[in-house]
């Protein structure tokens, strides 16, 4: 295997895309867009056969962005430097991870410690996109798959409302009548716009947070519409007991997200609520949270509707792709074109994004949410 590419700046890079084979998606990792540009800069671009038909994506648009067309997924693995991915890879892929190779994905390793530890043991180096901040806190690479989950969890929540499963209310206002009752969870990215679409359809939109300064934020952009308390368990309570849709949008970078629904709260909300709880991919708040599945959505715990379906995006493969494609790719480039250790080096949120490297866990947040020791990444 050529590794030279990876850690050298000017030599050429071999990039893999694999087809996503998690359960309902059918995101693909890089648009055409984006290969065209990487084969245009000397890079070498391999995809499986059919891995963007799903997002719209033809081969033929791929090849004819100047990629090369596999139908064995293992040839990719094989060859490639870089491989590139939505997802995290699966139970079926650990058989093809290998020494040397760089994962960039969504990982949400706090939560999948069996993963942690095959990484680990294969002595990759996985980069997670989630994981990926800005020197203000900002995720670039998962704010848009937020944005989109955000908002689809309102649809959902809407979905489920309907008779026979839910209260068999409609989340939109209708004159004279009470207007349903949204509950947020987290006032970042995806919570904002889970708020602001809620807001959008005519409903009463509650959110709380810890952070003062994204409620404040949430505040100025609903022009005072979305009322905002800072999290506290009685005023939480008080507003869960006659919500309609609850949306769990609770994120600490790197880490398990904290339990802070607890089952008693559920018990205490009405029968055929709706719970979206987008915390999922990192354990959930709630400790009633499972996942799910888009083939298998939904459970009930004390007739509360649980919605935990961990790759939301999925459901709007070609906007989430194009979406994610146009944010990871200036990193792409950035590690194609510098390799890998001149890229983290001088691009220190990409470096934070760095989980395991050649078998050691980097970063603290994923450590310490699975107990283990932390490496600092030299």
Known sequence: ????????????????IPKEIREGERRVAITPRWVDLLVRRGHEVLIEEDAGIAAGFSNELYRDAGAKIFKDAS?????????????????????LLCEGKVIFAYLHLAADRELTETLMKKGVVAIGYETVQMDDGSLPLLKPMSEIAGRISIFKGAQ?????????IILGSIHGMRRAKVVVLGAGVAGTSAAMCALSLGAEVICFDISMRKLENIHIRSEGRVKTFFTHERQLIEELTDCDILIGSILIPGASCPKVISESMIKQMERGTVFVDLSVDQGGCSETTRQTSHSDPIYKVHGVIH???P???????KTASTYLSNETGPYIMEIAEKGLRRAILENIALRRGVNIYHGRIVHRSVAQSLGLDASDLD
């Open 307 to 309: 919605y935990c379906v």
């Open 160 to 168: 489920y409302l309907e008779a026979p499963e839910g209260k068999g």
């Open 75 to 95: 040839q990719i693995w094989e060859r490639a430097e870089l491989i590139v991915k939505v997802k995290e890879p699966q139970r079926k892929e650990f058989d």
């Open 1 to 16: 295997m050529r590794l030279t590419g990876l850690f050298e700046q000017g030599s050429p890079m071999i990039i893999g």
């Open 311 to 317: 790759n939301v995006p999925a459901l709007v493969p």
